[in-house]
């Protein structure tokens, strides 16, 4: 990169200032905020390849360039590649130590994608989930990430598929889906537990909210109008709402925010525009506005305060913001809207709102100039209406309450030229009517006039006890000095040509000499009392100034202004910018140089710093600045950007922290500065800052997870205890050791087995087998049921008797069927009657009601004599498997059957001898029958049988008083 006042790209010590542009009114409050604050405007990349989809999380970045992902460590400048393949990748999001994005490496022709990961602690890419298919959108907190996915499922004959919103945790590798509507959900977004997203299931796009511990989806709002981007942070829900457009001609959106603690809704922009965009951080909203149809700059509000500002110009389009903390990173392109991609040049930019790199000292009512420097103490000349006097301003940093003190020192008349060191200051004054120097104490006022020649001495400067300044007494401009310690005069550098511009450092005084008809730089030592030539050029150099071996001075031997140096202890001359612009007036303090950049249309300043060998752009305003001084800390300059001239401020920060180098622990770390307690943790990082014992408290109970190496309890100044519960800030006392604090978290604070009793039965959750039912506990047999409505503990097979017999009415689901249980049961035959569960005989009558559990043909016996009163129904005598008979007196246990003469009983006869007597009976009175019958036939014809050699028909003759009738052998009548 060429030398000169253009920003190296990656350098830490980069601070530019963006002009800000006219503002837009927001609520009721549209605000620059501090009148001497302007934030830092910072280019990241700047590449002809097409940049987009910005994340940023603390100090890292991912962006998509020209196909792939890219990771730049902001802190560092190293730009980390990621993917590296002809698929496209897109849309890169970063939180926690995850970058997601969406790849098409393993089908880059098709519609679906797959999701990777890569992890910033391991350096370890991987792909999460493939065959995905949906928007664009992908949101990462933590370990989890939400997107929309294309669900390919016929509804109805209208409906094919939709949009879904799904949740994938890369820690367990589950994933989850979030809704299930027929209609389209997309754009989520993620922040702890709650995912938000847009939802068309009212026809309109709505807001809907989903809490991931309790399963409850929320509608935010339902109106005909659509609201859409919902983002969500903490316990802030913002989005793009176009309610308050009906009775607009075109678009015109406005900002909603919803808070999930308080449950209230309120609109945050009362302005109507359109809106590109919105993310919500902290307290902060960020969107992009295009109120006129012109550009989209990006615009912030702060919630606490209500106000808003401006942060982008109108030099292009600002696409695909994001926020963190006071960071913001957006992408903007130039050139041709129509050649995609390779006529775009684009840049990637940050904006940090915490950084204040300037700082208007003076105001409109006063004209500044001659600002001096020493140490923290910066003085001018404040020009006023009626008066001139010098002012002084204490320093203390933009981190203050108090950033400076400033009080009037001394009133002068004329007052120019004032040089500052020591509690001394040095000025020209032209109140009798010549410029004489004057020197005045800053701690008493007083004053002493140096020189009363009638002729003019100016242009003064001071160092240690010498002052040196040019001097017109002999009719020329020559060097003069002053040694206030032995009060006398000192001759430098006199003649007939003119010596000016005098610089101080200790013995050494420099200046700018013609005496060979060019302007030369030359130096003078007091203690050697020798004189040197710097520079021996045909052309010009000016503007010296010195600092221990180092000359500076502006040199315009290559046809412009540039900056050079020169080293008196290694005697070597150096070119330290090469511009076409000029650069003027250079001022050195040890390793640092500074000078004004004039390139025609404004004027900036720029630094050289040594270690890069590049020149840094410190100032980025329209404006002419001059008088330019450099203390240690400060740089001061006067400056007409007000249209007056003011004494502006800014101080060396090469990280833009907000802390001056010289006191910042950190100068290259933007996120530290401090260390006060010198444990080696800096005091932003560092939960005990004031405490060398400990630093880390991650749930912020005042109380440290362990003690830093080396120190214990007796080391902590605060009287520090360690927090044996270190995951809740509400607990730190943990006496059984086992995790869970014992105020709120462990229900058995003396038992280190246990800490939690869901169900209050009394039982530890870790003990409890059933920790959700307080009725229950144990489960001895491992059958699934507890104990107490077991009604067989200790048998796995059963676990059921609703009339509590002792027999189980089923088996358990777990087990197959079988006939005896573990512990030798049967299951109950009659689950409903206490009394009975068995039924040997399968006569439906239980055995112990049954007098006869043996025998199905019969089960009462009312006298108990062994004899049944009667069979069972559809049962006789011959279905009886044990002999039964029935008992002729049922209630006489004493007899049941009539006994014979021979001791048989005859009551078990009967059975027997009255069948058998009505057979003989009935046989009888058929042989009576056949007789009689046959008697009655006994008179009647027999025809006659032909011999069997001589055929002729049977005929039967049959006599009728009417006619006779012949029937052959055939059976045929014939007359």
């Not at 808070?259 to 109507?272: A, G, L, P, Q, S």
């Not at 305060?305 to 109108?314: H, L, M, P, Q, S």
């Not at 009558?845 to 007098?851: F, I, K, M, T």
């Amino acid at each position: 990169m060429e030398e000169g006042c253009r920003r190296p790209l990656f350098s830490v010590m980069f601070c530019s200032l963006i002009l800000m542009a006219s503002s837009v009114p927001l609520l009721s409050s549209w605000s620059e905020g501090h009148p001497n604050q302007k934030a830092v405007e910072r280019i990241l990349m700047e590449d002809d390849q097409y940049i987009q989809h910005p994340s940023i999380f603390e100090d890292l970045v991912t962006y998509r360039r020209s196909g792939d992902i890219y990771l730049l460590d902001i802190l560092t400048g190293i730009e980390i590649r990621l993917t590296d393949d002809d698929a496209s990748q897109f849309h890169p999001q970063i939180h926690g130590e995850w970058v997601v994005w969406k790849d098409k490496r393993s089908d880059r022709n098709a519609d679906d994608w797959d999701l990777y990961g890569y992890n910033v602690r391991t350096g370890k890419e991987s792909m999460l989930i493939s065959g995905l298919n949906g928007y664009d959108d992908v949101s990462i907190h933590g370990d989890r990430v939400v997107f929309s996915q294309y669900v390919d499922e016929e509804i109805d004959r209208w409906t094919d598929g939709h949009y879904d919103i799904f949740m994938y945790d890369i820690s367990s590798g589950e994933k989850i889906r979030i809704t299930d509507n027929i209609t389209d959900q997309h754009d989520p977004d993620i922040s702890g537990n709650v995912i938000v997203w847009a939802d068309e299931r009212y026809d309109s796009s709505d807001i809907f909210m989903y809490d991931i511990l309790t399963g409850v989806e929320t509608p935010l709002t339902h109106y005909e109008e659509d609201q859409f981007t919902p983002r969500v942070d903490g316990d802030r829900i913002v989005w793009i709402d176009q309610r308050h457009s009906y009775y607009q001609s075109s678009r015109s959106d406005s900002i909603y925010l919803y808070n999930i603690t308080t449950k209230e809704e309120r609109r945050v922009t009362e302005h109507v525009s359109d809106i590109r965009g919105i993310e919500i951080q902290g307290d902060r909203i960020l969107w992009a506005d295009d109120p006129t149809n012109s550009r989209d700059p990006l615009y912030i509000l702060d919630l606490t305060t209500n106000k808003g500002k401006r942060i982008t110009e109108d030099r292009a389009d600002s696409f695909g913001a994001d926020i963190f903390g006071s960071r913001i990173v957006w992408y903007e392109y130039y050139n041709s809207y129509n050649s995609y991609p390779l006529d775009r040049e684009n840049k990637l930019f940050m904006f940090d709102l915490d950084i204040v790199p300037e700082i208007r000292i003076t105001n409109e009512t006063t004209v500044g100039k001659s600002p001096v420097i020493f140490d923290e103490d910066l003085s001018w000349i404040d020009v006023g209406i009626r008066s001139t006097y010098i002012s002084k301003l204490k320093y203390f940093g933009y981190n203050s309450d108090n950033p400076y003190t400033r009080k009037m020192m001394m009133d002068i008349p004329d007052a120019d030229g004032l040089s500052y060191g020591h509690n001394t200051l040095v000025w020209s004054d032209r109140s009798d009517g010549d410029q004489d120097i004057y020197v005045g104490s800053t701690d008493t006022g007083d004053r002493l006039k140096l020189t009363d020649s009638g002729s003019d001495q100016h242009n003064p400067c001071i160092s240690d006890d010498i002052v040196v300044w040019v001097d017109e007494r002999e009719g020329n401009s020559d060097i003069y000095g002053y040694d206030m310690n032995e009060d006398h005069m000192i001759m430098i550098a006199n003649g007939s040509s003119n010596q000016t511009s005098p610089s101080i450092d200790g013995g050494r005084i420099t200046w700018v000499d013609d005496r060979f008809g060019n302007r030369d730089i030359f130096l003078y030592d007091l203690e050697e009392k020798e004189e040197y030539r710097i520079t021996d050029d045909p052309y010009d150099q000016t503007s010296p100034d010195i600092d221990g071996d180092m000359i500076v001075w502006q040199d315009n031997r290559t046809g412009n202004w540039s900056i050079h140096s020169y080293d008196t202890g290694s005697n070597t001359e150096r070119r330290l910018s090469d511009e076409s612009s000029n650069q003027t007036c250079p001022k050195i303090l040890g390793n640092r140089v500074i000078w004004i950049d004039d390139d025609g249309q404004n004027d900036d300043i720029c630094m050289y710093d040594p270690t890069s060998k590049d020149n840094i752009q410190l100032t980025q305003s329209r404006s002419n600045k001059s008088s330019l001084v450099i203390g240690k800390d400060l740089i001061a300059w006067v400056d007409d950007r007000h249209c007056s001239r003011d004494i502006y401020l800014r101080m060396f920060d090469r990280d833009c922290d907000d802390v001056i180098d010289s006191v910042d622990l950190y100068p290259d770390n933007p996120f530290f500065s401090k260390d006060t307690d010198g444990d080696g943790v800096p005091d932003n990082m560092d939960d005990f800052p004031e405490d060398p014992s400990a630093s880390v408290d991650l749930d912020q109970d005042d109380h440290p997870e362990k003690w830093n190496d080396g120190y214990g309890p007796e080391d902590s100044i605060t009287n520090l205890t360690i927090d044996q519960v270190p995951r809740n800030y509400r607990e730190w006392i943990d006496a059984d050791g086992d995790g869970h604090g014992d105020d709120e978290e462990d229900e058995f604070p003396n038992d280190p087995l246990e800490w939690n009793d869901d169900d209050g039965d009394g039982i530890g959750d870790n003990t409890d087998m059933f920790p959700d039912d307080r009725r229950e506990w144990n489960d001895t047999d491992g059958d699934g049921v507890g104990d107490n409505k077991d009604s067989f503990p200790n048998d796995p097979d059963i676990s059921k008797d609703h009339d509590e017999d002792g027999y189980p009415d089923e088996w358990n689901e777990r087990t197959f069927d079988k006939e005896f249980s573990s512990t030798g049961l049967k299951l109950d035959e009659f689950r409903g009657d206490p009394d009975e569960w068995n039924d040997t005989d399968k006569d439906e009558v239980g055995d112990n009601s049954d007098a006869f559990p043996n025998d199905p043909a019969a089960s009462v016996d009312s006298d108990g004599d062994g004899y049944p009163d009667e069979w069972n129904y559809y049962m006789d005598e011959d279905d009886s498997t044990t002999g039964l008979k029935l008992d002729h007196y049922p209630y006489d246990p004493e007899r049941a059957r009539e006994r014979s003469e021979d001791g048989l009983d005859l009551s078990t006869m009967t059975s027997v001898i009255v069948p058998v007597s009505c057979a003989i009976f009935i046989g009888i009175f058929m042989i009576v029958l056949m007789i009689i019958i046959g008697v009655a036939l006994k008179g009647k014809d027999t025809p006659k049988t032909e011999p069997k050699d001589s055929y002729r028909p049977l005929v039967r003759e049959l006599k009728d008083p009417r006619k006779e009738v012949i029937v052959d052998g055939t059976g045929i009548d014939k007359e």
